[in-house]
Nanobody, 125 residues
Framework: QVQLVESGGGLVQAGGSLRLSCTAS????????MGWFRQAPGKEREFVAS????????YYVDSVKGRFTISRDNAKNTVYLQMNSLKPEDTAVYYC??????????????????WGQGTQVTVSS
């Protein structure tokens, strides 16, 4: 079994920053691609960012480009999402996910094999 655990969520004012962390544990697996998704109440799960583990290449949804940064730390088995200039519309539960089959900038939830439990991010106006 593989476990992904997110942390770093919370309440922040508009214009503020948060850094989310996702740490993997359990059996060894190939982290070809890792991604961040978010889901607001009554909304579909939305792609936010992804990173190809071996190369560090990244991809972002248009709404967060220039504000969010995804990165990884090989030694710590951890992926991060640095969120700056936060807006109320960023409010959601944020999930990290891992694909262990291939390396690509996957934006569809069904392409990922493992998921974390989610961490709440609330941005006040």
């Amino acid at each position: 079994q593989v476990q992904l655990v997110e942390s770093g969520g919370g309440l922040v004012q508009a214009g503020g920053s948060l850094r989310l962390s996702c740490t993997a544990s359990g059996r060894t697996f190939s982290r070809h691609t890792m991604g961040w998704f978010r889901q607001a109440p009554g909304k579909e799960r939305e792609f936010v960012a992804s990173i190809i583990w071996t190369t560090g290449n990244t991809y972002y949804v248009d709404s967060v480009k220039g504000r969010f940064t995804i990165s990884r730390d090989n030694a710590k088995n951890t992926v991060y999402l640095q969120m700056n200039s936060l807006k109320p519309e960023d409010t959601a539960v944020y999930y990290c996910a891992a694909n262990d089959r291939s390396s690509y900038y996957y934006t569809y939830p069904e392409k990922y094999d493992y998921w974390g439990q989610g961490t709440q991010v609330t941005v006040s106006s």
